[in-house]
């Protein structure tokens, strides 16, 4: 069964930087994504990477922040947040999938299109 567990998370003061890693067990996905959810919020698309490693997509609140970055010999997905801010605290959760043919990249940031889910880690940001 694959697995991604994602780790990394943690407490840490407004301004400071933390980075998430999601390794998939046994095998590289095409795609990988990281999505956040905050208590009582939606979940939210934060970050996505192609398959072929060249394209990422950002959300809008994270853009120049936050980095995805993916070492396929790992089999590993990576999210360095840095000045983080009070309104980053959520769990987030890694994401991937296999699909290699996309004809509009709105899929990417699209939680459903997604099959296969990490537990979550829990990243809490301090004022």
């Known amino acids: 069964q694959v697995q991604l567990v994602e780790s990394g998370g943690g407490l840490v003061q407004a301004g400071g930087s933390l980075r998430l890693s999601c390794a998939a067990s046994?095998?590289?996905?095409?795609?990988y994504a990281w999505f956040r959810q905050a208590p009582g919020v939606d979940l939210e698309f934060v970050a996505a990477?192609?398959?072929?490693?060249?394209?990422?997509y950002y959300a809008d609140p994270v853009k120049g922040r936050f980095t995805i970055s993916r070492d396929n010999a790992k089999n590993t997905v990576y999210l360095q947040m840095n000045s983080l801010k009070p309104e980053d605290t959520a769990d987030y959760y890694c994401?991937?999938?296999?699909?290699?043919?996309?004809?509009?990249?709105?899929?990417?940031?699209?939680?459903?299109?997604?099959?296969?889910w990490g537990q979550g880690t829990q990243v809490t940001v301090s004022s």
């Open positions: 990477n192609r398959w072929s490693g060249s394209s990422t």
């Open positions: 994401a991937a999938n296999d699909q290699t043919f996309v004809t509009n990249n709105v899929y990417f940031k699209t939680a459903s299109w997604y099959g296969y």
């Open positions: 046994g095998r590289t996905f095409s795609n």
